[in-house]
T-cell receptor, first 118, second 114 residues
């Protein structure tokens, strides 16, 4: 069974600085997708960024980028120029590539609470 | 507007009672999910469904039941067999067939046993 581990329960960063959130996962599959979701105090889950395992290039979305290391099964999220609105819980998630016989199961880590200090 | 609607937002249950949480989506998504969120535990998968009339157990299915009679609806019943049902419940849906299609989430239901 696939598992996702986020080893940092809490992180803090100064406004305008850069922070990196860690995520590792365990799988025997070769094709899959990885996601970072943000959950602000409103508790609405919002997709931050996604990565296809077959793509070597790291995904980027404005101030958000990932460092995807397939061999190490690592998928970290870097937030640049941190803003007060970035304060939230961040969840890493894994899903199999269904087209290769995987299931629809979407598995999440336990989350990292990010605090942004003014 | 398209989206996922969970109701009610807050729900109180007496011990020994079954309760049903509603999840409706008008996004024409095939896959739907139910998660339970507790402090420090992240999102734990209860049940998921890939198509109508089919669903699979997740990691913590004991004490819960679901049905998927319609594409747009995936209700979750918390039975009296669930020993610690007080939690925040999230429903999600996703369009199948694509690649890294994201899951869209509802606003959640906070269930409290009184």
């Amino acid at each position: 069974a696939q598992t996702v581990t986020q080893s940092q329960p809490e992180m803090s960063v100064q406004e305008a600085e850069t922070v990196t959130l860690s995520c590792t996962y365990d799988t025997s599959e070769s094709d899959y997708y990885l996601f970072w979701y943000k959950q602000p105090p409103s508790r609405q889950m919002i997709l931050v960024i996604r990565q296809e395992a077959y793509k070597q290039q790291n995904a980027t979305e404005n101030r958000f980028s990932v460092n995807f290391q397939k061999a190490a099964k690592s998928f970290s999220l870097k937030i640049s120029d941190s803003q007060l609105g970035d304060a939230a819980m961040y969840f890493c998630a894994y899903r199999s590539a269904v087209t290769q016989g995987g299931s629809e199961k979407l598995v999440f880590g336990k989350g990292t609470k990010l605090t942004v200090n003014p | 507007d398209g989206g996922i609607t969970q109701s009610p937002k807050y729900l109180f249950r007496k011990e020994g009672q079954n309760v049903t949480l509603s999840c409706e989506q008008n996004l024409n998504h095939d896959a739907m999910y139910w998660y339970r969120q507790d402090p420090g535990q992240g999102l734990r998968l209860i049940y998921y469904s890939q198509i109508v009339n089919d669903f699979q157990k997740g990691d913590i299915a004991e004490g819960y039941s679901v049905s998927r009679e319609k594409k747009e609806s995936f209700p979750l019943t918390v039975t009296s067999a669930q020993k610690n049902p007080t939690a925040f419940y999230l429903c999600a849906s996703r369009l199948r067939g694509g690649e890294a299609t994201e899951a869209f989430f509802g606003q959640g239901t906070r269930l409290t046993v009184v």
